[in-house]
C-alpha cells in the first residue's frame, strides 16, 4: 500500500474533512513536546467520537496500518510519536488524535477528554504514514508546558484510584465500557488499571471517570530553604506526620529556582538563596495555616529560610518556582528528561551520586533536580549531550535501577527507555506484558514502537 492509497482508504471510510495531510498542520503532530523525538506520517486522522474511533481502528487493523494515539501530545519519553524505527512495514506511522468532551456528568463522576491516537502501517510498501485526530484540540501553540497526567503534585499518578472507569475501542472496533462508577467493584480484572499507563498499546481510550476530590475552601503554602537534601527530607517526614491536612511535598534546588526566576521573572524570597527548597501546601474545611506555621515552629534549625502565603497571588507565586522548572529548563536546550523513584531512605544518596555521574559526562552538562520528593520522586534532567546520545540516559537509569528505584515514576516507558525495561522488570514480566498486549492487539497496530523491546 503506498502513502496515496492509505490516505484514499481513511477518507473513504471517514470523510475527507477527518484525514489531514497538510506538511503544515502534521508538523505539530510528529514532534513530541521536548523537541527531542520527531517522526512522519502520511495523515492525522480527527476522529468526531468513538464511532469514528472504531471505524478508523477497524481499517488499520484490515490493512495493516499501525496507530499511534495522541492526546497533548505532552509526553516526555517519545510514546506518543510516529517513528519508523519498529513499524510492522517500511512506510511509516499513522496518528490518530481523539479529544472530544462528552456532555455527560454526576455529582462523583466526570467524563473527561480520552488520549488521542497515533498510527503506522503494517504491509504498506510507501513512505510515511497517517494520523487520527480531534475535534476541538487546542492550538498547538497554546500547549506551553508539558501535562502529561501521568502524574500530577496532588494525587499523584493518573494509574490511580482517581481512575474510577474507562471507554476504550479496541482494535476490531468494539467498545468496552466500564463506567458504573461504583466505589467498590470486584468483578474480575480491572481494566481502568490495565488501561491506564499503558501508552495507546492496548486500546484507544474515549472516556474516563474520574473520581473527584472536594476542593477545599482554606489553603495555605509554605516555601522552605534548607541546608541539603538529607535535611529536606527529614523536614518533609516531619510535616506529613505533624500536618494533616498536608497536599502536597515538592522539592527544587537553588539552581533551578534561579532559572525559573531569571526566565519569567518569578519572585523569589529569599536571598541568598538556600542549597534545597521544599513547598509544602496544605489545605481544609478549616484553615491550616495555624497547623502548619506550629509544626514549622517545631523544626527548628533545620529550615534556614521560610515564607508563607495564604492568598491566591503569593501562593501562586511560591507555586511557579516549582512548576515553571519545566519550562525554563526547555529553554535551555533539549533535556534528557529522566523520572525515576527512589526508596525511602536512599534519595539523598542519588542525588549526591547522579550530580557526579553527570558531571562526569563529556561534554559538559547541567543537571537540573526537582519533583515530588513527598513520593521519593526526582526529575532528573541534562542538558548539554546531544538529544541522540542515549548514554547519559542510560547511566543516570541504571544507577537508580541499582539502588532499588524505578526508571518510570510517571511519564512511563515510551521508546525513550522501551530498551531498558529490563531494568526493572524480569523476564517474566516482560512475556507477560507482550501476551496481554497480544491479547487486546493480535495484529500489533497500536503503538507499536513503545514499551517493550522486541
Ligand atoms: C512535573 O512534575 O513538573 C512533570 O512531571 C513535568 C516534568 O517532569 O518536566
Ligand atoms: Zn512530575
Redo the contacts with the bound molecule.
Sequence with gaps: MTNDELVQGLVDVLGAERVLTDPDVIASYVTDWTGRYRGTTPAVVRPRDRDDVATALRWCRDHRVAVVPQGGNTG?VGDRFPSRARSCCPCGDSITSTTWTSSRRSSTWVPAPPSAVFGSTCGASASTSPSISPRATPPRSAVSS?R?RA?C?CCGMDRCAQVAGVEAVLTDGSIVRTMRGLVKDNTGYDLPGLLTGSEGTLAVVTEVALRLIPDHPYRVVALLGCADLETALAVARRLRHDVSALEALEGFFADGATLVSDSFGVVVPFDPLPPVLLLAEAAGARDPTDQLTAALNDLGDAVTDSAVAVDPAGRKTLWALRDR??EAIAGQGIAH?L?VTLPPGRLALFEREVRALVGSFEPPSRCFLF??VGDGNL?VNVVGPDPDDRRVDRAVLELAASMGGSISA??GIGTAKRDLLALNRSPEERALFRSIRHAFDPAGILNPNVLIAD
Design positions: 516526555l508539558p502529561t502524574g503534585t522548572h519545566t528528561k523520572d519533583g515530588h526529575h510517571e511519564h
